[in-house]
T-cell receptor
Framework: KAGVTQTPRYLIKTRGQQVTLSCSPI?????VSWYQQTPGQGLQFLFEYFSETQRNKGNFPGRFSGRQFSNSRSEMNVSTLELGDSALYLCASSFTEPLTDTQYFGPGTRLTVL | GQQVMQIPQYQHVQEGEDFTTYCNSS?????IQWYKQRPGGHPVFLIQ?????EVKKQKRLTFQFGEAKKNSSLHITATQTTDVGTYFC???????FGPGTRLSVLP
């Protein structure tokens, strides 16, 4: 079974631009969660989608948004990029419930904002 | 909000020595998960603990869940260079990850 895939793997943007990251979960998994990982803040939860609905949300500004499609693939968007948005963005898929199921992480997208 | 503490932040050990990392919560947990992230890699699920006082073993790794379900530990016996990485606890009832313990193993 193929693992979680994320595209692109690396991205360089400038302040003020916007970016869209993509995540394809493991086949059959319906929950997709997104995390931001930085050396200073560690792993921070952005949001979780299940069956095309945002089910849980972390404490990030409205510039961070996401969506999930009917095939469970998910995208996250960051608008008006700031230098502090430079981070590794990880998505994780789970069968139904990430709080009790195993979360399978993708390789991440490394975003650099200049 | 919920406070998550994980200690130590860093640990350097000689190969063959033991290693332990601890996660402590300010509130009672329903369950806890442990993940490992190798340098340059992504978090990989290790185990989930649900019951009070639960102990689970995976080869040289021993996981414990406290009786009060407020703390957990991961113990590695006789570390190897393959154990290098950062170990995170995840408080299953929400999406909070501990800050992680970075383990270095000197050959």
């Amino acid at each position: 079974k193929a693992g979680v895939t994320q595209t692109p793997r690396y991205l360089i943007k400038t302040r003020g631009q916007q970016v869209t990251l993509s995540c394809s979960p493991i086949s059959g998994h319906r929950s997709v969660s997104w995390y931001q990982q930085t050396p200073g803040q560690g792993l921070q939860f952005l949001f979780e989608y299940f069956s095309e609905t945002q089910r849980n949300k972390g404490n990030f500004p409205g510039r961070f948004s996401g969506r999930q499609f009917s095939n469970s693939r998910s995208e996250m968007n960051v608008s008006t990029l700031e230098l502090g948005d430079s981070a590794l963005y990880l998505c994780a898929s789970s069968f139904t419930e990430p709080l009790t199921d195993t979360q399978y992480f993708g390789p991440g997208t490394r975003l650099t904002v200049l | 909000g919920q406070q998550v503490m994980q200690i130590p932040q860093y640990q350097h050990v000689q190969e063959g020595e033991d290693f332990t990392t601890y996660c402590n919560s300010s509130t009672t947990l329903s369950n806890i998960q442990w993940y490992k992230q190798r340098p340059g890699g992504h978090p990989v699920f290790l185990i989930q603990l649900v019951k009070s006082g639960e102990v689970k073993k995976q080869k040289r790794l021993t996981f414990q869940f406290g009786e009060a379900k407020k703390n957990s530990s991961l113990h590695i016996t006789a570390t190897q260079t393959t154990d290098v990485g950062t170990y995170f606890c995840n408080y299953g009832q929400n999406f909070v990850f501990g800050p992680g313990t970075r383990l270095s193993v000197l050959p």
